[in-house]
């Protein structure tokens, strides 16, 4: 495993629309051992493929609930209830944090990285980290959902 360098706010590739993971193959694994390897060193929630400058559909999302890193390939958004307000803060733009409304349950659809279709709900904070990362996947992210933007 190795660290990678997580691209920061400015850089154009954090507004690129990713592609879809079609080799589900070693290549994949070690981006997702090296996403993982930088997520915990940088302590955050989730990082993004784009995060590290691979224009892929893959996130990790570790919330520290001791499930540990959740890998999701391709994921899409199925169902959501409820709404959640609270801060939330992003690796690629370091120091920020602003209120952005999220559903408070979501349910997602994704691949693992063998290619193997699952579904997950998760509720607060991992559905939170849900919407964020599967944002960035279309180039969005959290500042053009926030409620204050400071600029
Ligand atoms: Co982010």
Redesign the pocket.
């Known amino acids: 495993m190795a660290l990678r360098e997580i691209v920061k706010y400015g850089d154009d590739i954090l507004r690129k629309k990713c592609r879809p993971v079609t080799a589900f193959d070693e290549k994949l694994h070690i981006l997702l051992d090296d996403m993982a390897e930088t997520l915990a060193k940088a302590e955050g929630a989730?990082?993004?493929a784009p995060?590290v400058g691979m224009l892929r559909r893959a996130v990790i999302i570790d919330v520290h609930d001791g499930k540990g890193v959740i890998e999701l390939i391709n994921p899409e958004i199925i169902e959501t209830d409820g709404v959640q307000n609270g801060n939330e803060g992003?690796?690629?733009?370091p120091g920020e944090w602003h209120e952005v409304e999220r559903p408070f349950k979501v349910t997602v659809k994704a691949q693992d990285r063998n290619g193997e279709e699952f579904t997950m709900t998760g509720e607060g904070l991992l559905a939170r980290a849900f919407c964020?990362?599967l944002d960035?996947l279309d180039g969005v992210?959290?500042i053009d959902k926030a409620k204050i933007v400071t600029d």
């Open positions: 989730g990082l993004a995060q992003c690796l690629s733009l964020h990362e960035h992210l959290f």
